[in-house]
């Protein structure tokens, strides 16, 4: 009975000791819990938001664990077409940087979320970054007749499937990411130039092998495509909407049909969100086949970073023409 009250009476020592130790603690560390070391890490990310996955995955790349990016639009989404959610006004309210295709791409709804944004946010300063001004713009319209539903009035903004776009557009995204958190520039410039070095060398297998695929041609369901085919070589021969954004009509496909009876395209390409009725249809009439590329990183399973984008892509290609791998 004695030996059970001191080992309980030591206990009771032991357990106030230990409250004691707590407390010293808590008040040994109160003074530096505003110090940045202790806030969140999530909280000293730059934090991105971008358009697009292409520019998502890109800020990651180049900014790697010193920023968070998030994509506004998901592989399966038209970026042309959505909403300009509260979710996504919010997003853009705590950025630090956004990134988007540009060029009247996201017309239809990245207005409303800059006017909500802040002033580091705004055209012309450091947080916005819009890859269409930097590189150089195919199918700039020599007349733009907006009545006619083009939705692509400034030339086409789909400017990320040319892989020298992405260089071009990281190195910019490499001095804003300085600019915004100077303590990392370094980081920053590192990673660009790791980044850029092995896109290069990508750059290079790649157009080996697709080499086969110059000057095949090609018709598109939407303009989404023309810096891919531009960049390797293929002929864009035809695409199902009659202007960017109108939907295909009969007329118009039974006008290409006629165009193309004498030499007729390989390949029918479309994104996973374009619709696949006037592919379908075209492929029936011409026997060509139709296919579904990735356009975007999460494009399919097999497309999940920047990379990984384009050795889909043009492995999907020469499987249409049946080149040997
Ligand atoms: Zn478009």
């Known amino acids: 009975?004695?030996?059970?009250?001191?080992?309980?009476?030591?206990?009771?020592?032991?357990?106030?000791?230990l409250r004691f130790a707590v407390?010293?603690?808590?008040?040994?560390?109160?003074?530096?819990?505003?110090?940045?070391?202790?806030?969140?890490s999530d909280q000293e990310k730059v934090k991105v938001f971008a358009c697009e996955p292409e520019w998502a995955a890109l800020a990651q790349e180049i900014g790697g664990d010193k920023v968070e990016a998030f994509a506004a639009t998901s592989a399966t989404q038209n970026p042309h077409y959505i909403r300009a959610r509260p979710s996504l006004i919010s997003k853009a309210r705590k950025a630090d940087l956004l990134i988007c295709s540009g060029a009247s791409l996201e017309i239809g709804w990245l207005p409303i979320l800059i006017r909500k944004a802040s002033s580091d946010l705004q055209p012309g300063s450091i947080g916005y970054l819009m890859a269409s001004d930097l590189v150089p713009m195919l199918e700039i319209p020599v007349v733009v007749d907006r009545s006619m539903g083009d939705i692509h009035p400034e030339g086409n903004p789909h400017v990320h499937l040319n892989p020298y776009n992405l260089i071009i557009v990281g190195e910019v995204l490499a001095d804003r990411f300085s600019g915004i958190d100077p303590e990392n520039a370094s980081s920053y410039r590192n990673r660009f130039r790791d980044f850029s070095s092995r896109m290069q060398k990508a750059i290079s297998r790649w157009e080996s092998e697709a080499a086969e695929l110059k000057g095949k041609p090609v018709v598109v369901h939407h303009k989404s495509f023309s810096y891919l085919i531009d960049w390797l070589g293929m002929k864009g021969v035809g695409a199902l909407e009659p202007k960017p954004g109108i939907p295909p009509t009969t007329s118009h496909l039974k006008n290409l049909l006629r165009q193309l009876r004498n030499s007729p395209a390989d390949v029918i390409i479309r994104t996973p969100y374009d619709p696949d009725k006037a592919s379908k249809w075209f492929s029936e009439k011409t026997g060509t086949r139709a296919i579904v590329l990735p356009y975007t990183v999460g494009g399919d399973e097999q497309s999940g970073d920047l990379f990984a984008l384009f050795d889909r892509t043009i492995t999907l290609l020469k499987e249409t023409y049946h080149v040997r791998q």
């Open 1 to 17: 009975m004695r030996a059970a009250e001191f080992f309980f009476k030591l206990k009771e020592e032991k357990m106030n000791i």
């Open 23 to 40: 407390i010293i603690a808590f008040f040994a560390v109160l003074p530096f819990s505003h110090i940045p070391a202790f806030a969140a």
